[in-house]
């Protein structure tokens, strides 16, 4: 056997079941390896578009995704899903093939250096000497990606040593994980905390859906009967429809769950790392607030606030030590009664498609177990703002990287892992062009992908900072010439539907879920729709803008879109 | 600081990278590898941020034993 039958056989011995890759010459005996393989392999048409794809698998399993990529170009095309997978904490082995181990730090032809580069995006990185390493490098690759707080490993694995003889064996997989339990000391304070508490407010984030701990934090919510806000990561934790769930938080959350946050006495984070987006202005976040905070990760502790309680450990053990009665019903009923003042309306009078009620009606039609893997802008807002999720797994957003073209790749690993499953990805005119190419991996494997196209001719959420912010000064945000995308989407063998006006949605909709292979809705929207409300960056949580009167009407200044 | 490690190739490359991407400047670097293939190295740095966050981030690397502010070390250098 050589190295790089060996490899396989290890992925197999993972229990490895998809791969998504694109071959090269640094990488070809792997290629050769895996004809003989159990393991499907999934050809994309960009070696970005098969690491998000190895996301989808991940994000919806909790299982290391696996990806693949030639040296040189290759692995630099892998580089941005890497960095994207350790920003949300995603558990993902990438593999490259590697210059011969001679002409290393030669400048060979495809030569890169991989490791040099994805240091700062991986948990670990290995580049392989010999083809006996192989059996523990998988090993440990498995184990590091998928323990403790998850992330992407790299094994970069040079041509000779994938064509050396060994007699290696796969080892026995190490399914080790950090399950402790948190510090008794830390428990008896935060207890203290929360039984003295008027106002505390659950501040859940990925964490939750990375342990599989919702039932846990449904649990706990229930018993204090505090209300719950969620991260963009954190959607679904409760659901959606749950009554103590207040909405997310942050830059586009509502002013409910920001609100609630602000006026809070206890924060308690659950697998949240304080990130930017959610806490505005950091030293008037929750100005008045005491923290407990759970994470598998020490690190997180104590990073951005000093928690007054810190619960290192598995989530599902921190929230279930902390799962008692407290005294917050009239706070409680505060802020529903914010929840009610400010719920989102979606009477809008206009002719044109109203975007958040367009994702209000359809995650109303769709399955209550459908995925939904959003692109980045203000659509990826909107979503997050009107669609309701039953679990944290349904949701899957590029939230720490924020990378545009994550969406579509992404949909192709979820619907490939979840075959029966309803797979919806909704995406802009901008983020679809990121990834187009893999509309032709959607038509070869026949994946019955749903995917939406919310074309407001334009980078949208950039243009809206510019009017907000750059006095309306618009810089190469103008995507008015783009091709008609149920065109491309048809030139590539799939279905499509596209759509501008309000009463084409309810048909659109039901023919859009009723498809069974895959399926383009293009729906054209008002270029000047903006995401409300908004705190502006560098603001306190508590400076929330509303729209203006005229903002979610048609502006008139601007010319008639051309459809 | 005193940081403790199995040697690799890249163990000084992963340590240095997290003390500079999380805001820390190295004043001094002294390593050496002993005879159990364990790499310690020494650090003077400086900052405004806190040295216990850093500590945390440094062992979370793959390899890394022990880390330790060492007070003579910390008072000079280290905020
Ligand atoms: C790869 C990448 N490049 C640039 C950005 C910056 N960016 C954030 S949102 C956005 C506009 C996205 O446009 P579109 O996909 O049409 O979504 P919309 O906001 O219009 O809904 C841009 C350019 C990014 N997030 N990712
Ligand atoms: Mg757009």
Redesign the pocket.
Known sequence: MNGAELLIRCLENEGVRHIWGYPGGAIMPVYDALLGSSIRHYLTRHEQGAAFAAQGLARTTGKPGVCMATSGPGATNLV?GIADAMMDSVPMVAITGQVPSAMLGTDAFQEADVIGMTLPFVKHSWQLESADEIPEVVRDAFQIAGSGRPGPVLIDVPKDVQLALTTGEPLACDSRNDESAPDAVEVARARDLLWHSERPVIYAGGGVRIAGAWNELRAFAEATGAPVVHTLQGLGGVPGDHPQFVGMLGMHGSRAANMAVQESDLLIAVGARFDDRVTGKLDTFAPGASVIHMDVDAAELGKLRRPHASLKGCLRRSLAALAEPTQCAPWRARVDAWKTEHASRYDAPFDSIY?PRLLRDLCEAAPRDAYVCC????????VAQHWKFADPRRHLT?GG?????FGLPAAIGVKTTHSDATVICV????????NIQELATLRRYGLGVKLLV???S???????WQELFFNGRESE?D?SDNPDFAEVARAFGIEAIGIDRADQVPDAIEAFLAAEGPVMLHARIDRAAN?WPLVPPGASNSDMLEPTATATEPDERLEPQSV | MRVIACFNDTALLRLLGVVRRRGFCVRSVEANVDGTGRMNVSLALESDRPVDVLIRQIGRLIGVEDVRVEPAVASVAVA
């Open positions: 941005t975007a692109d980045v802008g203000q659509h990826q807002m909107w590029s990287l924020g990378t545009m073209g995406s802009g005119d901008g983020s679809i062009m990121m919310i074309d407001n334009a980078l949208g959420m950039v243009r809206q945000v995507l995401v």
